[in-house]
């Protein structure tokens, strides 16, 4: 286990991603940016092997995996985006002014997934990867990969608020001897 490297690529900006609105299901396609910026992530890990590549299978993910380089990455459900519910499609800003000092965080997304549920499904993400020795890549999303760090330090899903993370950028989590750290993030 002290071997595996989990490198964690955001999908490049949307629509919604770039007016902070809340995107979980709503498939949406890369901006004209977001292509270029998954062009430059792809120049960023083209001399990086690889022994497994994942993805979400949410468009913005698999097309920026794609357009990277990695058109053959495996979908995984387990990576898609935290479901947000009735508060999908609209801002933080939109949603405190019916609950006020609302985080996805700290607070229940009515008709989405608690961060119980998201953090079950990110433990088998994170059982996955340290069953290799192995270099393991997956295109994600802001917190569902946000908390796929946290439960990779064995922290509660709610740890992810600490680790803000833009766009179309390469995080690394691997281990300090047998203990799980972050090496690199939102670079």
Do not use: C
Not at 4 to 19: C, N
Not at 54 to 60: E, I, K, Y
Not at 75 to 87: A, I, N, Q
């Amino acid at each position: 286990m002290s071997g595996v490297e989990l490198w964690l690529a955001r999908h490049g900006e949307t629509e919604w991603s770039r007016d902070a609105k809340h995107t979980s299901h709503t498939d949406l396609p890369l901006t004209t940016n977001g292509e270029e910026a998954a062009r430059t992530i792809g120049g960023r890990l083209a001399a990086v092997g690889f022994d497994l590549v994942l993805t979400s299978p949410l468009a913005r993910a698999r097309d920026t995996a794609r357009i990277a380089g990695f058109p053959d990455a495996q979908h995984e459900p387990d990576l898609v985006e935290w479901d947000y519910g009735e508060y999908e499609g609209i801002t933080t800003a939109q949603i405190r002014e019916g609950v006020p000092h609302w985080t996805v965080w700290s607070h229940p997304s009515p008709g989405g997934e608690s961060a119980e549920q998201v953090g079950r499904r990110l433990d088998r993400v994170v059982a996955r990867v340290q069953e290799l020795s192995d270099r393991v890549l997956v295109f994600g999303h802001g917190h569902s990969l946000r908390a796929l760090a946290a439960r990779w330090l064995d922290h509660p899903v709610a740890q992810g608020r600490h680790y803000s993370l833009d766009t179309a950028t390469i995080s690394v989590l691997g281990f300090e001897r047998e203990t799980p750290v972050i090496t690199r993030w939102n670079t």
